[in-house]
C-alpha cells in the first residue's frame, strides 16, 4: 500500500499525523476486542446455583465455584442476593458468599423491587435487602410485589399493602387477583369489583366472576353473560356473551351458544365484531395470529379474519417465540408461521417455547428440551417439566428428588 506523506500549510511533514491515526486506529480495534472480552468475562461471572454431596454452592457458567457447597438449599441470585438455607433457617448472600441478611427466616422469596417476603414464626412480612423489615410479621399469607402492591391475608380476609409495608386496601376481602397495571380485582360476599391502587372502588357495579385485565380491559360476568370493563371500571362492552377470553393484540376471543353450540369469533376494544362467531373453538392472538377450529379441525386466522394456515390438525396453540405448539394426530411438535414443520410430530406433549427452548415428554413420560432447530437440547431424563419461563435455568427432578438445575443448552449444574 502507497502511502502519501501529508504536508500542513506550514510546509511540515505529515509524518506524525499519519503515526497518530495509525495509533487511533490499533486503540479502536484493541479496546473493542477488550470490550468484547470483557463481555465473556461479565457472562462467565454469572454466579448459579449447584448442587454438590447435597450441599448447594454457586459457580460460574463453566461451573467453577465462587462459592463453596455448604448450604442446605438455594435460590439462583436475585437483585444481588441469593436466599440460602444452613441450620434450618433462611438467609441471604452477596455474590462474594458474605452473609448480608441473617439466617432467621423459615421461609424467604426472592427479592423483586428490593423487596422479598419472608415467613418468620409462622407469620408472614418483608424485607428490604438490608434486612430491615418494612411491615411487622402479622400476616398468615402474603405474595410478592407486583406494580408496587402485594396481598396479604389475616384469618380470612384479603387486602393490598405497599412496598413500605402501608395498607393500601383495607383487609376485608374474602379474595383478590394481584394488581395489573393501575387496577386489581376484589371479591366481597361473593361479588367482584374493580380497586385502583388507592384502594378505591370503581364504579358502582358488581360482578359473579372476571377475566383478569389484559391489554387495559377485563371480561366480567353479569346476570349470567360476560362484557368487558376498562380499568375505569366503567362497562364498554355489553354483556352478551357466553365466553370472553383476555384481550390481546388489541382483539378478544368471544362466544356465544347458539341451538346447543357456542361459536366463536373476535371483537375489538369498541366492542366491534370484527371477526365473525364462526368457529367451533379459537384461542387468543399472538404474533399476529389466532388458533382457530373449524368442523372439527385447527388452523390459524390472520386479524382480518383470512385463513393462513390450513385447518389441518387435532389441535393448535398460539404462537411464541416464531413456533406454534401443534397435535396433528400422531403427536406433537411445532410449525412456523409458513406451517413449515421445524420440530418433527414425535412426542408425547410438548409446551411452548421460553428462551430459545420448548420442554416435551416422550412416550416413556420422560421429559427434555428442544432448540428451535428442532435439535434436542435436553436428553429425556427428568420427571417434571423443565420451566424457563422465567430464565435460563430450570429445576430438574428425578425419582421425586429435586437434583439441581439445567440450563437451555442441558448443561447440568448438580452433581448425582
Avoid at 43 to 64: H, I, R
Avoid at 363 to 389: H, R, T
Wanted: glycine fraction near 10%.
Amino acid at each position: 500500500m502507497h502511502l502519501q506523506k501529508l504536508r500542513y500549510c506550514d510546509g511540515t511533514a505529515g509524518e506524525t499525523h499519519l503515526i497518530m491515526l495509525l495509533l487511533k486506529n490499533v486503540f479502536v480495534v484493541l479496546f473493542a476486542c477488550a470490550t468484547f472480552v470483557t463481555a465473556i468475562a461479565q457472562k462467565n461471572k454469572e454466579l448459579v446455583a449447584f448442587k454438590k454431596s447435597n450441599l448447594w454452592g454457586y459457580t460460574d457458567t463453566n461451573k467453577n465455584f465462587v462459592i463453596e457447597p455448604q448450604y442446605q438449599e438455594a435460590h439462583q441470585f436475585s437483585e444481588g442476593l441469593a436466599a440460602v438455607k444452613l441450620n434450618g433457617k433462611w438467609g441471604y448472600i452477596n455474590t462474594t458468599g458474605k452473609t448480608v441478611i441473617p439466617f432467621e427466616y423459615d421461609a424467604v422469596d426472592d427479592f423483586l423491587g428490593k423487596t422479598a417476603c419472608v415467613l418468620k414464626d409462622r407469620l408472614c412480612g418483608y424485607i428490604n435487602p438490608k434486612g430491615k423489615a418494612l411491615a411487622p410479621f402479622a400476616y398468615d399469607e402474603a405474595g410478592r410485589m407486583k406494580s408496587g402492591l402485594a396481598y396479604v391475608r389475616i384469618r380470612h380476609y384479603y387486602g393490598f399493602v405497599n412496598a413500605k409495608g402501608k395498607e393500601i386496601v383495607p383487609l376485608r376481602y374474602s379474595a383478590v387477583e394481584e394488581y395489573n397495571g393501575e387496577v386489581a380485582c376484589v371479591e366481597k360476599q361473593g361479588r367482584w369489583r374493580v380497586v385502583d391502587k388507592n384502594g378505591k372502588v370503581l364504579g358502582d357495579t358488581t360482578y359473579e366472576s372476571y377475566v383478569s385485565f389484559s391489554e387495559g380491559y377485563a371480561a366480567v360476568k353479569k346476570n349470567g353473560k360476560y362484557g368487558y370493563i376498562n380499568s375505569k371500571g366503567k362497562q364498554v362492552v355489553y354483556a352478551e356473551y357466553d365466553f370472553a377470553g383476555p384481550f390481546s393484540q388489541g382483539l378478544a376471543c368471544v362466544g356465544i351458544d347458539t341451538f346447543g353450540q357456542r361459536l366463536y369469533g373476535f371483537i375489538n376494544a369498541a366492542g366491534k365484531r370484527v371477526i365473525d362467531l364462526q368457529f367451533g373453538n379459537a384461542k387468543p392472538f399472538s404474533e399476529g395470529l389466532a388458533p382457530v377450529m373449524f368442523s372439527g379441525q385447527w388452523g390459524f386466522i390472520d386479524t382480518k379474519g383470512e385463513v393462513v394456515i390450513p385447518y389441518k390438525y387435532r389441535e393448535v396453540w398460539s404462537f411464541s417465540e416464531g413456533l406454534a405448539r401443534v397435535n396433528n394426530g400422531m403427536g406433537f411438535g411445532f410449525i412456523n408461521h409458513k406451517a413449515d414443520t421445524v420440530v418433527a410430530f414425535k412426542y408425547a406433549y410438548a409446551i411452548d417455547y421460553k428462551n430459545g427452548v420448548a420442554s416435551f415428554r416422550n412416550d416413556a413420560n420422560m421429559w427434555g428440551a428442544v432448540d428451535k432447530n428442532g435439535k434436542e437440547a435436553i436428553a429425556p431424563q427428568y420427571e417434571n417439566v423443565l420451566d424457563f419461563s422465567t430464565g435460563n435455568y430450570a429445576k430438574a427432578f428425578r425419582k421425586g428428588i429435586f437434583l439441581g438445575y439445567v440450563n437451555t443448552k442441558g448443561n447440568q449444574f448438580y452433581t448425582e
